[in-house]
T-cell receptor
């Protein structure tokens, strides 16, 4: 079964540095998402992306965050000037048509900010 | 606004016993409901989903869930729990644009 893949599985970064988390959605999917799970807390929606633009974002997704689909296969989340509170598990997800089909999640990238 | 409540943060059951994990939701229209499972350090695996039709839905690994509109509930059940079911279970609502998750129920299975 096709999978969403995320790299790296674990990223350690110094506070204030920029980090890029990478995702390869399922190949025929058109809608892409990022979620965040702070340790011990629930999974929270960050942003959805369709047709090369953001379609919805949460209040968490402030100016330090950006997303991009740089080519036909990758979907990236960039965090500029990371803060300690950005430490979390970040999940990428994708769906084919966004019409309430279940989102397929990757295994996540654990981001640790030192 | 859509929301999900999972009232049980932690549940312990004996292997072979039955299981029910509770989920209540709030959604402005017909809900799209999901249960995901997360093993430690792993991603989110879809167990089952409800969009419409039969209110009792079957999922993978022997799980089922029943949608009860009158109670705004979507409880997850399994008749006989296996040690490998120990994990965290998330109920979720929505689908288009975003999914809203509950806080999760951590399931411990004892021999």
């Amino acid at each position: 079964e096709p999978e969403v893949t995320q790299t790296p599985s674990h990223q350690v970064t110094q506070m204030g540095q920029e980090v890029i988390l990478r995702c390869v959605p399922i190949s025929n999917h058109l809608y892409f998402y990022w979620y965040r799970q702070i340790l011990g807390q629930k999974v929270e929606f960050l942003v959805s992306f369709y047709n090369n633009e953001i379609s919805e974002k949460s209040e968490i997704f402030d100016d330090q965050f950006s997303v991009e689909r740089p080519d036909g296969s990758n979907f990236t989340l960039k965090i500029r000037s990371t803060k300690l509170e950005d430490s979390a598990m970040y999940f990428c997800a994708s769906t084919y048509d966004g019409s309430n089909q279940p989102q397929h999640f990757g295994d996540g990238t654990r981001l640790s900010i030192l | 606004a859509q929301s999900v409540t999972q009232p049980d943060i932690h549940i312990t059951v004996s292997e072979g016993a039955s299981l029910e994990l509770r989920c209540n939701y709030s959604y402005g229209a017909t809900p799209y409901l999901f249960w995901y499972v997360q093993s430690p350090g792993q991603g989110l695996q879809l167990l089952l989903k409800y969009f419409s039709g039969d209110t009792l839905v079957q999922g993978i690994k022997g799980f089922e869930a029943e949608f009860k509109r009158s109670q705004s509930s979507f409880n997850l059940r399994k008749p006989s729990v296996h040690w490998s079911d120990a994990a965290e279970y998330f109920c979720a609502v929505g689908g288009y644009q975003k999914v809203t998750f509950g806080i999760g129920t951590k399931l411990q299975v004892i021999p």
